[in-house]
């Protein structure tokens, strides 16, 4: 029988992680992108609908103030129906705020201490009772191996997290992590678009293929750059992702560079940030979408050359 392309699939992230849909969609943006509550709600309910389950977040997210849009998600996910969702927030980033006095600089922290308050704020932020999955948002350069892993294996163990990950953490520092906690590390959320192809050869998604995890790709299409830039590299690359676009039947550029992260076999699970529908169902039909082995590298060798050296 063949695939659906309109159907999106469910991945599991790591043999012992979450099982998630195989889109999921962000929250970083909702503030500009939705009104009120009311229409916030009308989009969960629609993304639930398509088949979109995941929802991330983040306790940073949120202008003036960080910690708005988790609240403000929390209640529209209230009245669209907690258990047809899993959620994904994040812990560590500490920003200047008039909710943080004591924030003198931004920086980031994993101490158990912040670990704790994080997760508690957000449970009481979203309004839930367990945390699908938490990650670790940046890197904390200080962090202690011992105490952090230590805080999330408790904070698992009380029932307020389900699943850990990292999100723009080294290997190195990914394996650090893991050596000591008692948990898998299921994720690592990553930027990876046809504008940032790091993660192809720093060694970031073979990590994720060696370790079997399945990473989650943040700004998959630059967010928005890659449609927006008047820079003449990016709009070249924007004409030969439209072209792509155009050979599988997809709606365009945006939609192409989903598909060229999708082929990557690391299998990692785009979140999309568009607030429209008809994007993210040409995101979800991208994500089924297979480039033949040529048209991926043409993509690659647009963005940067020095990768045939
Ligand atoms: N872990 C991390 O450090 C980290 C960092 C950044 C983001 N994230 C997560 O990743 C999610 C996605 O990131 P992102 O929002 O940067 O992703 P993105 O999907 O690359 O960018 C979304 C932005 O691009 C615009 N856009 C999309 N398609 C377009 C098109 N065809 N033409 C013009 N504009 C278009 C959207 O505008 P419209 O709404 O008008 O479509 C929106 O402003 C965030 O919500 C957040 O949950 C995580």
């Known amino acids: 029988m ?4 309109n159907a999106v699939s469910r991945v599991r992230m790591h043999r012992n992680g979450p099982e998630l849909s195989g889109v999921i969609w962000g929250s970083m943006r909702m503030q500009s992108q939705f009104s009120s509550l009311g ?18 977040t983040a306790s940073v997210y949120g202008h003036p103030d960080p910690f708005s849009v988790e609240e403000e998600l929390g209640e529209a996910i209230a009245r669209a129906g907690r258990d047809k969702f899993e959620i994904v927030t994040k812990c560590g980033i500490q920003r200047i705020s008039r909710l943080r006095p004591e924030n003198r600089v931004r920086h980031f922290d994993f101490s158990a201490k912040e670990i704790r308050n994080s997760t508690e704020r957000s449970l009481r932020k979203l309004g839930i009772d367990e945390i699908d999955l938490m990650l670790l948002h940046r890197p904390d350069y200080l962090m202690d191996p011992d105490e952090t892993a230590g805080a999330l294996d408790a904070l698992i163990a009380e ?3 389900r699943h850990v990950g990292v999100s723009n953490l080294s290997v190195s520092r990914i394996d650090l992590i ?7 590390v299921t994720t690592n959320q990553i930027e990876f678009s046809p504008l940032h192809l790091d993660p192809i050869s ?15 790709i943040w700004s998959p299409v630059g ?13 070249a690359l924007r004409s030969l992702l439209a072209e792509t676009a155009q050979t599988y039947g997809l709606a365009g550029p945006a939609e192409a560079a989903i598909a060229f992260i999708a082929r990557h076999p690391a299998g990692g699970v785009p979140i999309v ?17 297979e480039l033949d082995r040529q048209d991926w590298y043409a993509i ?3 963005t940067n050359p020095s990768l045939f050296l």
């Open 223 to 235: 967010g928005g750059r890659l449609l927006k830039s008047d820079d003449e590299q990016i709009a």
């Open 2 to 5: 063949s695939k659906d392309v």
């Open 300 to 302: 690659v060798a647009k």
């Open 202 to 216: 720093d060694g970031t998604l073979d990590h994720a293929l060696r370790e079997g995890y399945k990473p989650m």
């Open 39 to 56: 229409q916030l709600t009308e989009h969960l309910n629609w993304l639930h609908e398509q088949g979109i389950t995941t929802l991330d």
């Open 159 to 161: 029932g307020k997290i």
């Open 273 to 289: 940030g568009s607030g429209k529908r008809d994007r993210i169902a040409g995101a979800i039909k991208a994500a089924n979408t």
């Open 178 to 184: 893991a050596s000591r906690l008692k948990a898998p």
